[in-house]
């Protein structure tokens, strides 16, 4: 059995199991921890190594990682393999993790949403929408589909209001614990660090003791990804490939065969900048 588990600092995806199963069969749970939806997280200053409180908010990070890995061992999971999602992906303090659990070095609220503390999809500085099959999603519900693709739905997601409300929206009636409330973009109404993790706690664990509910968040194929840039530039340059079209001065468009060649190209869009920077 595989699972997924989705913050706006983490998440959860997993596939049908009651807990009694997943302790014949072993279920496996896939952890995906971002930064900023970790509880408390609000500016630049916490969520990246140049920030003066970047270390205690890997901390934070770590801890909420931890609290779902607990839950998830109280449930009867019994794989665990947790992405660091952040950045770089070296965030995670690995070495607060249990031995036993593989590591591939919270999510926020989409690009287009007007509320959500630190909302973008993949880069705030580059990209102003993503859309698959004509609707706009935040990195949560890319990392769904892609899952959907494998047969594994998302069942968990913590983070702020906005990225609880928009990922449920998309994806469906997935447990959500929301560790703090948007007021601004740089500014939240948050719980404190050990009221999230047994928020957190909880919702795992609830999550998993439903997970028959949960289905996978299947596209219908072939998926067209449409991505808006916030300068022309990119547009202009990776109109030049035969596979894309410019549908405006900002905007191109790329049709795959699946979400896997979709998310191999949107993986290409954002890694590889020669001559697509402002």
């Known amino acids: 059995m595989r699972s997924f588990l989705t913050f706006a600092a983490l998440g959860l995806l997993a596939v049908t199991a009651t807990p009694s199963e997943a302790q014949r069969t072993g279920l496996k749970l896939y952890i995906s921890a971002d930064m900023e939806g970790v509880v408390g997280a609000v500016t630049g200053d916490q969520l990246g190594p140049g920030g003066f409180e970047y270390q205690l908010f890997r901390k934070f990070m770590t801890e909420e990682v931890l609290a779902a890995i607990t839950a998830a061992r109280e449930e009867g999971v019994t794989e665990i393999l947790v992405s660091d999602s952040h950045g770089n992906g070296e965030n995670l303090l690995i070495e607060m993790l249990p031995e036993d659990v593989m590591v591939v070095l919270g999510y926020h609220a989409g690009t287009t949403n007007p509320d959500g503390v630190r909302a973008h999809t993949m880069s705030s500085a580059r990209l102003a929408d993503v859309r698959l099959n004509d609707r706009s999603m935040l990195e949560a519900g890319v990392n769904a589909a892609i899952a959907g693709h494998f047969g594994v739905p998302v069942i968990m997601i913590s983070g702020d209001d906005a990225a609880v409300e928009e990922a449920q929206g998309i994806i469906g009636d997935i447990e959500g614990a929301i560790v703090k409330w948007n007021l601004s973009f740089h500014s939240a109404k948050t719980l404190t660090p050990e009221a999230a993790y047994k928020l957190i706690g909880e919702k795992v664990r609830a999550a998993i003791r439903r997970i028959d509910d949960f289905e996978p968040l299947v596209l219908p194929q072939p998926i067209t990804l449409d991505v808006r840039f916030k300068n022309y530039r990119p547009s202009q340059v990776l109109a030049y490939l035969s596979i894309v079209e410019r549908t405006d001065a900002h905007s ?18 954002t890694s590889y900048n020669a001559g697509l920077e402002p």
């Open 252 to 269: 191109i468009r790329f049709v795959g065969s699946d979400m896997i060649e979709v998310s191999k190209f949107l993986e290409f869009l």
